[in-house]
């Protein structure tokens, strides 16, 4: 077991039911929060995500909410603070991608994507930043995407709407760490190539390539993103805020 300095927290995980949520949420359980397990359509993979957290000694709960949807978040975050208490730990990791050629992308899908990725993470800090505020501390993590930081020449136009998002989020972060600090500590993560249920619609062919050009010379697994992000929602990030942190193996690197 991990060392608890998480413990006596309550934790909101957005998309916690698979990939990169799910290792999340099961690596803030180990160290000691309660973690708010939060899913949009598969309550399923989100009682298997609080399954193992029980397993590994942890506790939580499952909650459902579309995050593009403001009345559905605010319902979720009042759902668990009538259930535990105020979120003090908040990971905004929900997001959708479309691997579809951008050149006919409709507008709808344009909108979808925006809808989840970005005013998913605006609802999400909106709503939990006002308690933040109030008590003098949180903490927030906020999923981009290396994508947000260099459009991919390998898969060239497949992924303007999502990298838009993704860029977005990561400049919405850092005007959140000016506005709300000193109470609020808002960093990025920026993953690379992810083994996840997202990534796998990616072709053998893209992968390899993909692989081919990381200096690490492996994808990423979910447990790398997580043990990033509880770095940074944890005491020993107490300096660190309003930025990204890079986690692609060396494919894409900031100055």
Known sequence: ??????AGRVALVTGG?????RAICRRLAQAGA?????????????????????????????????????EATDAMF????????????????????????????PLDLWRRILSVNLDGTFHCVWRAKEGMLARGDGRIVCISS?????????????????????????????????AFGPAIRI?????????TDLTSEMSDDVRQRIVGSTPAGRTGKPEDIAELTYFLLSD???????????????LVTLP
């Open 78 to 105: 009042r759902r668990i603070e009538a259930d535990r208490g105020p979120v003090d730990l908040l990971v905004t990791n929900a997001g959708i991608a479309s691997f579809e050629d951008d050149v006919d992308m």
């Open 236 to 250: 020993a990030a107490s300096f660190i805020t309003g930025q990204t942190y890079v986690a692609s193996g060396g």
């Open 34 to 70: 309660w973690v708010a397990v939060n899913y949009a359509t598969n309550e399923e993979a989100a009682a298997e995500t609080l399954a193992l957290i029980r397993a590994d000694g942890g506790e939580g709960g499952v909650y459902g909410a579309d995050v593009s949807s403001f």
């Open 17 to 21: 039911s698979r990939g990169i949520g």
């Open 187 to 195: 960093n990025c993560v920026a993953p690379g190539l992810t083994d």
């Open 146 to 178: 290396i994508n947000g930081l260099a459009p991919t020449v390998i898969q060239r136009d497949r992924l303007i709407a999502y990298g838009t998002s993704k860029s977005a989020i990561i400049g919405f972060s850092r005007n959140c760490a000016v």
């Open 1 to 6: 077991m991990a060392d608890r300095d998480l």
